[in-house]
T-cell receptor, first 114, second 112 residues
Framework: GAGVSQSPSNKVTEKGKDVELRCDPI?????LYWYRQSLGQGLEFLIY????????KSGLPSDRFSAERTGGSVSTLTIQRTQQEDSAVYLC????????????FGPGTRLLVL | KQEVTQIPAALSVPEGENLVLNCSFT??????LQWFRQDPGKGLTSLLL?????REQTSGRLNASLDKSSGRSTLYIAASQPGDSATYLC???????????FGTGTRLKVLA
């Protein structure tokens, strides 16, 4: 079956603009994660959705970052008033049982803020 | 706070060598530990997952061990090939925070 998909694959924007990044998880996966990977760094947790529970937003670096998940499937990560330090690869992953099993990653969105 | 460290940060070996990548973590309260592979410009692919009650997992030329009490895991790659060149990341499923905590990775290059 289809894996996790993300769009766009690449995004170049100007400082101060808003961007939206999309993640389509594997069908039936109730858990969805967003991570940020800056150049040469490990993955930084951003936000975690599990079913109908309130999302864990503890990793969002500032109030410019927000995410939503509609209908328990597709998720959108929004970055408002982008800054140059937001340039990174944004990765999405999904699974069913959260931290108790492996997670399946999408290919990522490479964001460059000029 | 759980912290995950990987050494070395980079490794270059000739084809055919056996090699060991290291991962250490500071809090033994984990659900599991995973090793991932990341190719340039791509997402992560899970290689092996070791549950906290297990000591090791094997898949083909890969063997991962887990010593939870000492906070260490190793990924052993036998008879390395140029196609093994990638960044290898370890991640722990942290039972305190219900999150995956990732190391910064080991960048492996296998020379033909």
């Amino acid at each position: 079956g289809a894996g996790v998909s993300q769009s766009p694959s690449n995004k170049v924007t100007e400082k101060g603009k808003d961007v939206e990044l999309r993640c389509d998880p594997i069908s039936g996966h109730t858990a969805l994660y967003w991570y940020r990977q800056s150049l040469g760094q490990g993955l930084e947790f951003l936000i975690y959705f599990q079913g109908n529970s309130a999302p864990d937003k503890s990793g969002l670096p500032s109030d410019r970052f927000s995410a939503e998940r509609t209908g328990g499937s597709v998720s959108t990560l929004t970055i408002q008033r982008t800054q140059q330090e937001d340039s990174a690869v944004y990765l999405c992953a999904s699974n069913v049982q959260g931290v108790q099993e492996t997670q399946y990653f999408g290919p990522g969105t490479r964001l460059l803020v000029l | 706070k759980q912290e995950v460290t990987q050494i070395p940060a980079a490794l270059s070996v000739p084809e055919g060598e056996n090699l060991v990548l290291n991962c250490s973590f500071t809090d033994s309260a984990i659900y599991n530990l995973q090793w991932f592979r990341q190719d340039p410009g791509k997402g992560l692919t899970s290689l092996l997952l070791i549950q906290s009650s297990q000591r090791e997992q094997t898949s083909g030329r890969l063997n991962a061990s887990l010593d939870k009490s000492s906070g260490r895991s190793t990924l052993y790659i036998a008879a390395s090939q140029p196609g093994d060149s990638a960044t290898y990341l370890c991640a722990v499923g942290d039972s305190g925070t219900y999150k995956y905590i990732f190391g910064t990775g080991t960048r492996l290059k296998v020379l033909a």
